[in-house]
């Protein structure tokens, strides 16, 4: 049994303070009652606390879907840019998350964030097969053979190789593009190897997530069977 107080604290929530005034406000509930009160006693283990509706737990794997507006970098800080970290509420910015991957500046849709540095590498790496599927609009228009050819692994511009990745033209400029690697402007530069410059880019899924009908800009907790789904 631990303090209701003690427990959002140890969530990350804020300092004292912040948390006693989360409390005030009536978005905290336990077990679906708003509980305006932080000296009462939960059972941790068993308590359903939430914040906006979404459950907090303490110290454990947090991961976030952010549906990334172009124009944010990815990147804890910059001297110059914006970045996707700004985007986080002030509640989730404290729970010392970091970008899965990169989307580039002008990219848009699904970046995931976590404060679990073995899911992160898990996620990230070349090894676990990952699939990410984009959105691209892109000149000319994609052929069997460019469909072929992404099956085989492409040899990029500078002469560096990709894994095996499917392509599926939607029609003329349009293509949905699946790969399990994360090298630097990767499509864009698949894409432009085969004679189809990027005009638009956007991450619709990463594993078995999807970006659904989350608005562009906005962020959605994960829940803690979508965390074990992402093998945790
Ligand atoms: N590939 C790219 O070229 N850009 C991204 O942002 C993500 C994948």
């Given at each position: 049994m631990d303090r209701l107080d003690k427990f959002l604290c140890d969530c990350g929530l804020g300092t004292r303070s912040q948390v006693k005034a989360l409390l005030k406000s009536g978005r905290i509930t336990v077990d679906g009652i708003a509980v305006k009160d932080g000296n009462i006693k939960i059972n941790t283990q068993a308590a359903c606390v939430c914040l906006d509706g979404e459950r907090v737990s303490a110290a454990g794997t947090v991961v976030v879907i952010l549906n990334k507006p172009a124009g944010y970098?990815?990147?804890?800080?910059?001297?110059?840019?914006?970045?996707?970290?700004?985007?986080?509420?002030?509640?989730?910015r404290k729970l010392d998350l970091k970008p899965v991957g990169r989307l580039d500046k002008q990219t848009e849709g699904l970046l995931l964030f976590t404060n679990d540095g073995e899911l992160l590498h898990r996620l990230i790496s070349p090894k676990k097969q990952v699939p990410k599927v984009y959105y691209a609009r892109h000149e000319g228009t994609a052929s069997q053979e460019d469909v072929l050819a992404f099956s085989e692994g492409l040899t990029l511009r500078d002469g560096s190789r990709c894994l095996p990745a499917k392509l599926k033209p939607l029609g003329a400029g349009e293509s949905l593009i699946s790969v399990c690697e994360g090298k630097y402007h990767q499509v864009r530069r698949m894409m432009a190897s085969r004679g189809m410059p990027v005009t638009y880019l956007e991450r619709r899924e990463e594993a078995f997530l999807k970006l659904g009908d989350?608005?562009?800009?906005?962020?959605?907790?994960?829940?803690?069977?979508?965390?074990?789904?992402l093998g945790k």
């Amino acid at each position: 049994m631990d303090r209701l107080d003690k427990f959002l604290c140890d969530c990350g929530l804020g300092t004292r303070s912040q948390v006693k005034a989360l409390l005030k406000s009536g978005r905290i509930t336990v077990d679906g009652i708003a509980v305006k009160d932080g000296n009462i006693k939960i059972n941790t283990q068993a308590a359903c606390v939430c914040l906006d509706g979404e459950r907090v737990s303490a110290a454990g794997t947090v991961v976030v879907i952010l549906n990334k507006p172009a124009g944010y970098v990815t990147a804890t800080e910059d001297a110059t840019e914006p970045t996707v970290m700004q985007l986080l509420p002030t509640q989730l910015r404290k729970l010392d998350l970091k970008p899965v991957g990169r989307l580039d500046k002008q990219t848009e849709g699904l970046l995931l964030f976590t404060n679990d540095g073995e899911l992160l590498h898990r996620l990230i790496s070349p090894k676990k097969q990952v699939p990410k599927v984009y959105y691209a609009r892109h000149e000319g228009t994609a052929s069997q053979e460019d469909v072929l050819a992404f099956s085989e692994g492409l040899t990029l511009r500078d002469g560096s190789r990709c894994l095996p990745a499917k392509l599926k033209p939607l029609g003329a400029g349009e293509s949905l593009i699946s790969v399990c690697e994360g090298k630097y402007h990767q499509v864009r530069r698949m894409m432009a190897s085969r004679g189809m410059p990027v005009t638009y880019l956007e991450r619709r899924e990463e594993a078995f997530l999807k970006l659904g009908d989350l608005p562009r800009g906005a962020v959605r907790v994960l829940t803690e069977e979508e965390i074990r789904l992402l093998g945790k």
